[in-house]
């Protein structure tokens, strides 16, 4: 999921920027300020997620989660359509066919297959604007500062697993889901209330992974990738390898207990970019 969203999300920047071209960063370093305003849009959305949650107003979260699914959709698809389409009618069919079906799965059949489909799509779509938009150097302190961040919500302040809960409830498509055993269903998976709960009680050996797991990583490969298109291929992999050996350090000795994924992953993609950067760019 990783690997694909992150090759989806270069691919998207660099189309993008193509037909686009003042769509892009005007320096590896311009989006220094978005850092700030996405930290404070992340404590406010997570506040009002919980808030309603516990009021058992989720579902209005849901129809909102619903229709950044469906617009982030159609930005990739209609990026996508450019090279499926042979005509507008086509399309115009891809572009607007392909966000109502996911809307309608995730309405009519909501399971943890459907809303990894969305989340793959989602993370794709949302790490390629942000690529394209903040510049290298500014990934690198976005992914830096909500590594801190989300180590802070998962161990300190723990709302982050109050927040993943939250979603579990209330049907939220926000998190990744891998089951273990075959034929499990996400009605059937509940989400631990505390970060001692041991790995035998939280059902089916079930991975749980937030969407921002995968975005974040997939904002430093595209950006890196974009920052070094002349020599795109390590600028490309290190990153991805980094980000790819952070999850599996997450997977194989934090999995008996809910764990910040963003400080292993992020830092992973961060120091493969740094590798690329001292490699091809600095040397």
């Given at each position: 999921m990783l690997s694909a969203s992150s090759l989806l999300a270069t691919f998207l920047s660099l189309t993008l920027?193509?037909?686009?071209?003042?769509?892009?960063?005007?320096?590896?370093?311009?989006?220094?300020?978005?850092?700030?305003?996405?930290l404070l849009a992340a404590l406010v959305f997570t506040a009002i997620v919980i808030f309603?949650?516990?009021?058992?107003?989720?579902?209005?979260?849901?129809?909102?989660?619903?229709?950044?699914?469906?617009?982030?959709?159609?930005?990739?698809?209609?990026?996508?359509?450019?090279?499926?389409a042979y005509n507008y009618p086509e399309y115009y069919a891809i572009s607007f066919?392909?966000?109502?079906?996911?809307?309608?799965?995730l309405i009519f059949r909501y399971?943890?297959?459907?809303v990894d489909?969305?989340?793959?799509?989602?993370?794709?779509?949302?790490?390629?604007?942000?690529?394209?938009?903040?510049?290298?150097?500014?990934?690198?302190?976005?992914?830096?500062?909500?590594?801190?961040?989300?180590y802070i919500a998962v161990y300190r302040t723990r709302h982050m697993i109050s927040l993943?809960?939250?979603?579990?409830?209330?049907?939220?498509?926000?998190?990744?889901?891998?089951?273990?055993?075959r034929g499990t269903k996400l009605d059937q998976i509940t989400f631990p209330s505390s970060q001692d709960a041991p790995a035998e009680k939280r059902g089916s050996g079930t991975f749980i992974?937030?969407?921002?797991?995968?975005?974040?990583?997939?904002?430093?490969?595209?950006?890196?990738?974009?920052?070094?298109?002349?020599?795109i291929v390590p600028f490309l992999l290190l990153p991805l390898v980094g980000a790819i050996a952070g999850i599996m350090v997450l997977l194989f000795t934090k999995?008996?207990?809910?764990?910040?994924?963003?400080?292993?992953?992020?830092?992973?993609?961060i120091a493969g970019f740094i590798a690329a950067f001292l490699a091809f760019k600095l040397f």
């Open positions: 920027i193509s037909i686009s071209p003042g769509v892009q960063a005007k320096s590896p370093t311009s989006g220094f300020s978005y850092v700030i305003y996405y309603l949650g516990r009021r058992k107003l989720g579902n209005i979260i849901r129809w909102i989660f619903l229709a950044v699914i469906a617009y982030v959709m159609f930005y990739v698809w209609s990026i996508l359509g450019l090279y499926i066919g392909a966000p109502i079906i996911m809307v309608v799965l399971d943890w297959y459907v489909v969305a989340g793959f799509f989602l993370s794709a779509g949302v790490a390629s604007i942000w690529a394209t938009i903040i510049g290298v150097w500014a990934s690198v302190v976005f992914l830096a500062v909500f590594a801190v961040y989300d993943a809960g939250t979603a579990m409830e209330s049907r939220l498509p926000m998190l990744f889901v891998f089951p273990s055993q992974l937030g969407f921002g797991d995968i975005v974040f990583p997939c904002i430093m490969v595209a950006s890196s990738a974009l920052y070094g298109r002349s020599n999995i008996s207990r809910p764990a910040p994924g963003l400080p292993f992953i992020n830092t992973g993609a």
